[in-house]
């Protein structure tokens, strides 16, 4: 009996391993947006899929459209055909297709002598990510300056009003479409998308100049945009939004020194917009670099680690100051005029912020209001029972605080319960103007960071008198005036009145003789 020589029992062998390592079947793992890294997918968007065994070689696509089998491996999403421009056993690189649904899909991966995997995926309308230097998802962002092409770097950063160019993905349809794996038109018409995204720079918005499919590249997006010629140095946070999404944040060095930026002041109980205030009135304001640490009870400070606002080159007395949240809480001085304009500005160490110009006048009334845990909807006014700390509001809301009713409870305990008709209740505001002690209208009004004296010793009660009104019913206002123990807080007192419409959304309205008012709601119950 022959038997066979060891060279080629080495051939089979090695054969026999061959076969073995190919009939394995692929695996998935993940499948991901391939600029955030994130499961933001959608039709037309670039994707990495990873995986075991899920090509047979290693390999790129060489020519453009990109094919749908690189590498034995081909790949569907939702039953159509993807395009690939990169495969390995470990991850591929494709584009979904452009004409699948959005919703819940099956990516199924093929591969050639070893079977298929697939996995589930939900396709959004938009899936934005920012292609990065590193193609982390996470850090630089692969900007670059409009003018020259060249890439933007902590050594030739960004200038304040220039244009910038970055790329994308996942930005939706164009206009005209281009077909899952064609290269994009490189001259006019150019594939524009049909929703304009939004460019977000540390906390101020780019003006977009450009937004549409990269020229002659497939599935990657270019957006060109405007850098706020107001924008501080240092590095800012970025973001892509559209369609409701928002991509992976990114960084973007800029040139000069990080100064705050304002973009926004509005009443600091009702946060309403306008850019209006009166003397005396809490407001917030709304931007970015106001340093790294909160200080949440900063009164009567007006400089909290270089930080301070200026109103008029005033400073006002810091709340509060939000650092993370990018907010500054400060009251307005009360030596303004009530009328006119003001220039607001938020100095840190590294300089001054640009003017914003804020809008002065007599009153300019807020009420503080409660967000019920259980009702977001619900802006259940800062009120209390008259001369206590229990709190007008729904039972449920009070629930939803863990607050028990209020009833045989001491004056000094929290609680919660409606109002009845005949109650004595407090209504506490900001904005209602000039306030002096009895209301003189030839009296001095409060010292700018100054508290009421919370003896009640001296009354500092407003000048112009409110109206209000409860579920539509007017009801004499009994005091009207800055709350003993405080400054910037004013206090209302009022009775509820009979006739008033039970129910937990009961309306209350102030109102100041200049016409300015707003409104809240509390709990009425028979």
Known sequence: MLKPSRIVLAALAAVLCEAAVFAQAPTITAVANAAS????????????????????????????????TLGGAQVSVGGKSAALDFASPTELIVQIPVDVAPGSAQV????QGKGSASATVTLASFSPGILTQDGSGQGPGAFQHGKDFSLVTAQSPAQPGETLMMFAVGLGPTNPSVPTGATAPASPPLAMTTTQPTVTVGCQQANVVFSGLAPAMVGSYQVDFLLPASAPGGNLSLTLSIGGQTSNTVTLPVAGPAIPVVNAVVNGASFATGAVAAPGTMVSIFGCNFGSKDNLAAFPATNFQGISATFNAVAGPLF???????????????????SGTVTVQVQNSAGLSASFSLKMSAATPGIFYWTDPSKASRHNG???FANTAW????ASMATAFGLTGCAGLQAAATCGQPAGAGDYIEIFVTGLGTATPGGDPNGKVLPTGSVAPANGSVLYQTVQKPTVSIGGVATPVLFSGIAPGFSGLYQINVQVP???????????????PNGAS????????P
């Open 498 to 512: 009979g006739g008033v419409t039970p129910g937990d959304d009961v309306p209350i309205v102030v109102s100041m």
């Open 382 to 384: 800062a009120v209390l």
């Open 320 to 338: 509060a100051v939000a650092a993370l949240e990018n907010q500054i809480n400060v009251l307005v001085p009360t030596e303004l005029p009530g």
């Open 108 to 111: 199924t991966v093929t591969v």
């Open 391 to 394: 709190d007008v509001m729904p």
């Open 37 to 68: 890294f994130t499961a933001s997918l959608s039709p037309g968007s670039l994707a990495s899929i990873f995986g075991q065994n899920l090509s047979t070689s290693t390999v790129s696509a060489s020519t453009t459209p990109w094919p749908t």
């Open 518 to 525: 707003d409104s809240a709601t509390i709990a009425v119950h």
